[in-house]
T-cell receptor, first 114, second 114 residues
Framework: QKEVEQDPGPLSVPEGAIVSLNCTYSNSAFQYFMWYRQYSRKGPELLMYTYSSGNKEDGRFTAQVDKSSKYISLFIRDSQPSDSATYLC??????????????FGKGTHLIIQP | DTGVSQDPRHKITKRGQNVTFRCDPISEHNRLYWYRQTLGQGPEFLTYFQNEAQLEKSRLLSDRFSAERPKGSFSTLEIQRTEQGDSAMYLCASSLGLSPYEQYFGPGTRLTVT
């Protein structure tokens, strides 16, 4: 079992819809949770960075962490075609990824249909 | 542009050749990370530096791989005697010591071994 699990998709939704992206993780040592957006053949771009449980909002993006269930979510409101990309969740903490290395999921490929 | 930069962006090499990649982190960041990403997978942690000291290596980093950060600024990643399985995107990221998991990635170097 990978330490961070993510459905690879693709997930296709119409423009303007609310998108829900999810990850689960297995390592209780993880304390930091990130969402990255990656366009094809580009480097990952940091979208959201959260510590421990709770919600964090930034514009159209909301990140949610539930440590009791080891569940990480990213919500995108008013989705745009430019949001079409692969979304990677990542966790940080002392784990097989190293003391300071991030452990990533495989990424979910999101398609926003105009 | 003050983000993370990587050079070259693309490299094609024949099996058995040596290759070297360079990463220039965000200027005030003292931590630098190398990751590898293959198609359909999330990035996998390879190694990281705090200033010039290499503090962590993943078991993925075979003895054919070596990384340096001689003056605590830019870093190089060398792969000796390349194999076809080394074909991947090599990503560099940097962070501040106070927020080690808030990592910002460069555009990556795409390596193809023929």
């Amino acid at each position: 079992q990978k330490e961070v699990e993510q459905d690879p998709g693709p997930l296709s939704v119409p423009e303007g819809a609310i998108v829900s992206l999810n990850c689960t993780y297995s390592n209780s040592a993880f304390q930091y949770f990130m969402w990255y957006r990656q366009y094809s053949r580009k480097g990952p771009e940091l979208l959201m960075y959260t510590y421990s449980s709770g919600n964090k909002e930034d514009g159209r993006f909301t990140a949610q962490v539930d440590k009791s269930s080891k569940y990480i979510s990213l919500f995108i409101r008013d989705s745009q075609p430019s949001d079409s990309a692969t979304y990677l969740c990542a966790s940080g903490g002392y784990s097989g990824g190293g003391a300071d290395g991030l452990t990533f999921g495989k990424g979910t490929h999101l398609i926003i249909q105009p | 542009d003050t983000g993370v930069s990587q050079d070259p962006r693309h490299k094609i090499t024949k099996r058995g050749q040596n290759v070297t990649f360079r990463c220039d982190p965000i200027s005030e960041h003292n931590r630098l990370y190398w990751y590898r990403q293959t198609l359909g997978q999330g990035p996998e942690f390879l190694t990281y530096f705090q200033n010039e000291a290499q503090l962590e290596k993943s078991r993925l980093l075979s003895d054919r791989f070596s990384a340096e950060r001689p003056k605590g600024s830019f870093s190089t990643l060398e792969i000796q005697r390349t194999e076809q399985g080394d074909s991947a995107m090599y990503l560099c990221a940097s962070s501040l010591g106070l927020s080690p998991y808030e990592q910002y990635f460069g555009p990556g170097t795409r390596l193809t071994v023929t």
